[in-house]
Every structure is written in C-alpha cells, then in structure tokens.
C-alpha cells in the first residue's frame, strides 16, 4: 500500500505517513528471512502480505543486504580498514574461491580490516586468514583475536574514574535502574529540567540540544508516542555506539526507558544495522536481564535490524525502514517529534547520547555539563588510522587531537590530516592539531564534530586517494532520491578520477574547477545531511592540501 | 480565500487558500516556479530540487510544491541565491542527461532541456557515461524506457500508485544506479501493468517514451500537430490529443500517436487506457469497414449508399417481425456508442419494433 499523505496541521507541511502500524507485514524481514531478493522472491512476498510485487522489489533492491543474497563475505574498504590492507584482504578472498565483495564502513575501524560473514563482523582479518580459510567462508576466523571474536577494541580509559566519566565503557553493569527510580520520582517535567541543565547534545552526528526533542514530544496533543534507538552507526570512522551497545547496554536500556516514562511512551523501537549482530544479543541480553528485575514494566521493547544501508541513520530515512519501506530521507520539516513513526511525535537518539541520561539524572546535569570543557559532558571519541592503540577514549568534550591520541599511545609517522568526524567532516590539516573537538569550535573550522570518529592520516597517504575512499563511500550510500545527491556524489567521484587518471596518463589532469560549485549545489539542494556534506572530503582536500593536486 | 489568508511573493501580496502549496499560490499570481517531478494528480515528492525558493526565517530553501504558504510567509522565487542554484543544480543535471537534443527528443519534449535553455544554465561541466539499468528486452508493444534520459523525479512510479492503484513499477536500486524497474525487471506483460500509459504521459524528459513511433521512426513529438477529440472506444467520452503528421499518408495527414491533455484540463484529468493511448491503428487500417456494404444476391459485399443501406437493414427487420413478431428481434448496442446513442437504441427497439430485448454490451 502507497504510503498516504497527511498535512500537518501545526506547520502545513505535507508529508508522507504509512497508514500502517507495527503488525503491518514488514518487508524488509520478510525477505531477509526468503534468503534476499533471489528472482521469484518479490512475487512470493508479494502473495503472502498483499504488498505489490514491485514495490516489495524497490525495497529489497535498496538495502544492500538484501539486494546482493550471494555475497560470501563483504570486505569494509573504508578508510581506515582501506589503510589496514583491506583491499589486499579482499584480492585474497577473491583468489581463495570466495564470493567476496566490497562493502561500506562495518563500524570496526579500530579492528580493520573488518569483515562481514553473514550478519556478524569478524574483526582484524589478515589476507593469511583468508589464505587460511580457503573457500570455506565458514572458517574464517581472525587468529589475532585467537579465542575472544567478541568484537571488543580497545577503550580507554580502562578503569577510569567514575566521577569523570559519564559511560564507563570499563564499568560493570548496573541493573538497579536508580537513575530511573530517581526519574519516576522527579517526574516528566523534572525529568526534562534535569536533561535541560546537563547541556546534552545529540551524539549522532548534529549535536542538537537533547531537551528540546524532549520537550517537544512532550508537548504534542497526540498521545501515542514513541522512542527510537538510532543504532545504524555506519559513519567511517566511527564505532563507540558497537562498544556501548557490548559493554554498557544497561545505560542504553535505562535511558531508553527514561525517555519512555518522561514522554509517556509506551513502545521502544530498537533500530540495530543489519550488521550489528553481535552488539544485538548483547542489548537483548541486558533488556532480559531488566525483565527478571519487572523494573520496567509497562514498557515494551521492539528490535528492529537494518539490512545495509548507511542512510537510514538519519533519521527519517530510519523511520522509513522502520515502516518497511526504501530508507529514503522524508522532507523537514516537519521534525520526527511532531511526525515521526507511523505519524506520531518521536524521540529519536542516538546510543551515545541515550546512554549519557542514567548518569545525568544519578549524578544530575550539572555534573554532566561541568565533565566537559567549553560543550557539556564527556565524550567517546573513536579513533582509527594512523595512532598505536585506534580504540573508544571518553574523555571531556572538547580535548584536542593530539590529547586524544595521547591516550591513544600517540602518531604512528607524522601527521598529516585527520578526519574529526567521520567521512562527513572532511579532512583538516595537522596545524589544527591543538583545535577543540567540539561541536562549535569544528564547526568554526568549516568541519564538525559528527559522530567523534576521528581518522589519523600520516605524511604517506596522498590526500587525492584519501578523498576517493570517502567519495566512492557516500556515493555507494547516496539514496537515490534528489539529484544534487544523486548526481553529485558520483560527479565528484568522476571528476577526481578523471584528474588522477589525466596525470597519469601524461596529460595535464583535467582541472577539477567545477567541483566547488557542485559542492554549492549539493549543500544548497540536498533534502538530506548526506548529500549536503558529501562534498567535504574532496572540496577540504583541495583546500587545505593543494599540494597533492598540483600536476 | 479570504484577507487574513495573504503571503508575500516576491514583494506582491496575495491571497492564498487554506492548505495551499507555494507552487499553487505562485501559478494562480502568474509567478513563474520551475518544476520536474511536480503533477498535480500526485503528492509532492520534492524530489527533482528545481522547485525550491526562499522563506523568510528559513535557513535553508523549500520545495515549493510541498510546503504550504502559511498567512504571512515572506517568499522569494528569484534572486542571486535561487538563480546560482537553479543553474548548478540543472549544470548537475546536464552532466548525467543526453545533451543532444535530437536524439533525446524521439518521442516527446523533454522539459529538461528547456529549463536548461530557459535558466541558460551552464552546459560546460562535463558528461558522464550512462549508468542506469534498462529494460530493453521487454517484449510489451507500447511502453520503452531509456535510462540515459531518466532524472528519477518518480513521476511514473508515483502516478501507477497513487493515479492508477496499480504499482507495476518502481524505484530500485539506490544512490547513482537508482533506476526505474518492474519486480525481477520482468517484461510489463508480466507484471500487474495494465499498459495505461500513464508513465508516458508524465514522464517529463521522454525517457518513458511509445515505442510505436519510435519503431516506425516517425517525427517527434514537438513536429505533430495536436487535435483535440473523444475517444470513441467507450462512452465515458476522455478527451485526448491525436498527434498527426500532416505529410504522411502522401498529404493526407496520419494520426502518428495519442497524448494527453493537461491534467486538469478535461473531465478525465488526462488520464487514458490502454485503448485510448495505444490503439490508434485502426484508423488507417485497411481492413476498416469505410462505406456501408450491402450483400448481393452473388453472395458478395457490394459498396451501397447509406440511403440504400439503411432502407436494406429495415427491410430485412420488418421482414423478421411480420413472420416471427416482434419479439424474435434483439438489439444489442455498443459500449462505443454515447449515453444518448444508447438511448435512442431502445427507443428504436421498443417504440418502433415493440420489443424489449435490447442491451448494451457494458451492461453486465
């Protein structure tokens, strides 16, 4: 069935709403559990939900899990796992028999190169584990990791003390839910006042003040609401929300449920990208445990897995999975608060920043604000790439690089760029070395904080190369849906070809003289976020590294 | 509409209707807002980007089919801002779209090329090789998608949803290999298609295109002279446009292929069936019946006047109910045929044979 249209009364927009709810047949499972989208598998679906078969074939064709069923095993080529040997990885399952593909960003880029088997990551594979393996894909396993394939990086600090840090990726679980009992007793409002004074910024990607999502459902007349885990972490470079979900899902649960009772939600959608299996079990593991404690009662929790596709962690393309469909960005306004699922306001968070509320409410949010420096609390700053120890670090929003990669046992080589975001941010110069990673003083920068994955680049990468790696990603992960992304992601990625490929090939390289007002379009055009910064990494490159495009 | 309803658009005032788009408000005051994946048949998409103005109090720009103008709104549709990006976004364009006008206009107009002209929009960015996935082997007769022209506005996706409840096709794939395709990329006959043609219809860039005319290499569609009529294969009375070319058939003009009219224009809102919009054949066919034929005694068909015709068919009917009665003689009418055709069937059968077996062939 067509999604209806609906327009809304308190900001006349239209927008797309599915008529359905959560006992509609949902697609994307259904041929998940059909094996993926072999021929024949659309019309069968089709048959049993009453769905058109073309539409259940638009569906599966967007998510790439689905699309491609024969992959064996996928290789992350992202950058970090690029810098790793993934591309060696993947020449070497090809020439052991296996059916191997490329894939985006797997979220293990502190254990690259990674690789994907199924739905489970094996982390840090070697090409003589491929060779080891053979074209039994079953085999493989990563023997650096020998018996713990749990898919656990290093964290930092390991035993820290608690009064500084806000997760504690090192501490034990804590299932005595005191941070929510201590929210019951506040009530919605103090709840919310309490979010309020911590300062919490949203730690998915936009930093948006965390309260004023809160208030906003809150206050909407409608009574169903809901709240929605953002667990499609895919940004490259970025994979503190896989330790969080592993090591601290009892801080994910309680905020979850915190949020539920402050807004007066009753149903919790989990959102997990289809390749996060592992962390699945063990959030499932920490919600059964609350179970046996009936601590949350009343409160019902929904698990819902992506299956390959990096866009639907903005958030109404999330939304858009979540109903079934192709994960296609909606048009904002209005917001997920005022229109989220299923047409009803939403809470949506990102892992990190759910799981910083059981310590705002425990410790209250002037503790929160005062961990950080200059932006409020602390963060999990990933970091990958050129440094001795790539792992999660919480430490104080706002450090500076070379703080950060201090702790994480210091440069391998000389520095000389860094990503501090994710592939979304762009590539900055090492004189910004002493910068604050924080949202404001990025962004001042021309960069953003993001999701806090930052990638370390030493003097032997060649920025052009660099930037490729980042172009081909977001045009592999570009929705299709509005031409200044569609188009412009993949005229960049020529455009850069052509200049290497010019030079190369003796002439002078082509000169890339438009890329800056295809980088305007794109931004200025763009329905979504991705499209928007797509153009970061090469237009940075150029900016601050010309160097390397001289000819 | 009424005074409290008022938006500024591009410093003029005017009244606006509760619940009305910016791009509706704008078509009304005779302010010109370019479109591609706009039809007003269908919900906005905001989709194609060629549509976006500025808002006062608005950081970034809005699609203008799908935002509202609230009483009040301050709206911008031309200035330094929206020219630099209608131009870089149809630059964008150009890079992934034929820039030949002759070859990607063999069947209908493409709009994008217009709006390329009309924005003098610059062409000078390079091209890309095709990269979207056709069907080309798909057997149906009347429906030809090319790729290399699509833009992905969706139009005919939406359209077979939302116009025609029938969904045959859709948006597969994702990112630049996003293309329109059928479940399995099977062949249209073998899916739900009803082959309406409605994705012909609204395609703005002619990449769902009629491969009859392609095939016979007729002239394109900017060359045929449109003739408004009925079409007479149901007594629903569509109107649509008979494209002729009027050299064909040595000068005496040939009907080459239907189109729509504008949506909104005629009672079927420009929507035509498979009968309507494909099977136009007839009219030059040589096995079509053009004079009346009366059957001699030699057992052939002989070409007579109408006059003669008539007098001959009468002749035989009263022959009929003077030997049987009235009742041996049945009249069956045509779905063809107009409400007021039909009428004066039955009238015939029961007030000048006086009998009541008479029927439509759309009656059951």
């Not at chain 1, 890329?515 to 329905?527: F, K, L, P, R």
């Not at chain 2, 002619?206 to 149901?234: F, S, W």
Request: glycine share 10%; with cysteine; net charge negative.
């Amino acid at each position: 069935m067509p999604p209806a249209i609906i327009q809304v009364e308190s900001t006349g927009q239209w927008q797309r709403r599915s008529v359905g709810n959560d006992n509609a047949p949902r697609v994307p499972e259904i041929l998940q559990r059909s094996g993926g989208l072999r021929a024949g598998v659309s019309r069968e679906v089709a048959r049993a939900t009453g769905m058109p078969e073309a539409e259940v074939y638009g569906v599966g064709s967007f998510y790439h899990l689905l699309a491609r069923p024969n992959a064996e095993i996928r290789v992350c080529t992202g950058l970090s796992c690029a810098l790793a040997g993934a591309p060696r990885v993947l020449v070497a399952a090809t020439q052991a028999g296996l059916a191997a593909e490329p894939c985006s960003c797997l979220a293990g880029c502190d254990v690259a190169p990674a690789v994907l088997r199924d739905r489970t990551v094996i982390p840090a594979v070697t090409v003589a584990d491929v060779e080891r393996a053979g074209p039994d894909a079953s085999r493989l396993g990563s023997d650096s990791l020998g018996d713990d394939q749990r898919w656990l990086g290093t964290i930092g600090p390991e035993r820290g003390d608690p009064e500084q840090l806000a997760l504690h990726l090192g501490g034990a679980k804590d299932l005595a839910a005191r941070a929510y009992q201590r929210s019951l007793a506040l009530g919605p409002e103090g709840t919310i006042a309490e979010i309020e004074a911590s300062g919490l910024q949203g730690r998915g990607g936009a930093g948006f003040p965390a309260h004023i999502k809160w208030s906003a459902v809150r206050r909407q007349a409608g009574t169903t609401r809901y709240v929605v885990l953002n667990a499609d972490e895919g940004e490259p470079g970025t994979f503190k929300d896989r330790e969080v979900l592993m090591r601290r899902p009892d801080l994910v649960v309680e905020g979850l449920a915190i949020a539920a009772r402050a807004l007066g939600a009753e149903d919790v959608y989990l959102y997990l990208r289809g390749e996060f299996e592992i962390p699945w079990r063990s959030l499932e593991q920490a919600i059964a445990a609350f179970e046996e404690t009936r601590v949350f009662d009343g409160l019902r929790f929904h698990f819902h897995a992506g299956h390959g596709a990096y866009i639907c962690g903005e958030e109404t393309a999330l939304l858009e999975a979540l109903e079934g469909r192709r994960g296609m960005p909606r048009l904002k306004p209005p917001f997920p608060v005022e229109v989220g699922l299923w047409g009803k306001p939403t809470l949506i968070h990102n892992v990190e920043t759910i799981a910083c509320v059981p310590a705002i409410l425990n410790r209250g949010g002037a503790w929160f604000k005062n961990l950080g420096r200059g932006e409020a609390g602390s963060k999990l700053y990933c970091v990958s790439g050129h440094v001795t120890h790539p792992g999660t670090y919480e430490l104080p929003l706002g450090v500076t690089l070379d703080e950060l990669v201090e702790a994480a046992g210091g440069y391998v080589g000389t520095l000389k760029a860094f990503s501090p975001g994710g592939a979304s941010s762009g590539f900055l110069p090492a004189s910004e070395r002493r910068r604050s990673l924080g949202f404001e003083a990025l962004a001042e920068a021309g960069s953003m904080l993001g999701s806090a994955g930052v990638v370390v680049l030493n003097d032997t990468v060649d920025m052009r190369w660099a930037a490729m790696q980042q172009l081909r990603f977001f045009e592999d992960e570009s929705c299709g849906q509005c031409a200044p992304c569609r188009i412009g992601t993949r005229y960049l990625r020529v455009s850069l070809e052509r200049h290497i490929d010019g030079e190369r090939a003796g002439h002078s390289a082509p000169a890339l003289d438009k890329v800056s007002e295809a980088a305007w379009q794109m931004n200025e055009g763009s329905i979504c976020g991705l499209g928007q910064v797509a153009p970061l990494p090469l237009t940075t490159a150029l900016e601050h590294f010309p160097e390397d495009f001289a000819t | 509409m009424t005074e409290d309803h008022r938006i500024t658009l591009q410093g003029e005032s005017i009244a606006v209707s509760p619940g009305e788009t910016i791009l509706d408000a704008a078509a009304r005051a005779g302010v010109e807002i370019p479109t591609l994946c706009h039809d007003p048949r269908l919900e906005p998409a905001g989709a194609c980007r060629t549509c976006l103005v500025e808002i006062d109090g608005w950081r970034r720009l809005a699609p203008a089919c799908a935002t509202v103008a609230h009483p009040g709104m301050i709206v911008t549709t031309e200035n330094a801002r929206i020219d630099r990006h209608r131009r870089s976004l149809l630059a964008l364009y150009a890079t992934d779209h034929p820039a030949d006008r002759a070859a990607s206009e063999m069947g209908a107009p493409d709009q994008l090329l217009a709006m390329t002209e009309r924005y003098d929009a610059p062409t000078d960015w390079g091209t890309m090789p095709p990269c979207r996935e056709g069907r080309p082997d798909d057997r149906n007769p009347y429906i030809h998608y090319e790729p290399d022209t699509c833009i992905l506005c969706a139009r005919c996706t939406r359209y077979c949803a939302e116009v025609e409840g029938v969904s045959a096709i859709t948006l597969a794939g994702r990112g630049s290999q996003t293309t329109i395709s059928t479940v399995d990329r099977l062949s249209l006959l073998d899916t739900t298609c009803e082959l309406c043609g409605g994705c012909v219809d609204v395609c703005p860039t002619g990449a769902m295109t009629e491969k009859l005319p392609l095939v016979r290499e007729q002239k394109p569609e900017r060359e045929l002279e449109k003739i408004r009529t009925t079409c007479n294969y149901c007594g629903v009375g569509c109107q649509l446009d008979l494209n002729v070319d009027p050299e064909a058939n040595d000068g005496r003009g040939a009907v080459v292929k239907v189109t729509s009219p504008e949506p909104g224009t005629t009672t079927n809102d420009g929507n035509l069936c498979v009968k309507g919009r494909f099977a136009y054949d007839f009219i030059d066919h040589p096995d079509r019946l053009t004079v009346p034929l009366i059957r001699g005694a030699d057992g052939a068909l002989h070409e007579a006047s109408w006059d003669d015709a008539l007098e001959a068919a009468a002749r035989g009917l009263l022959g009929v109910k003077a030997r049987h009665g009235p009742d041996a003689l049945g009249f069956v009418s045509s779905s063809r045929c107009t409400v007021e055709e039909n009428y004066l069937v039955q009238k015939l059968a029961r007030a000048v044979f006086g009998t009541n077996n008479v029927h439509q062939c759309a009656a059951t």
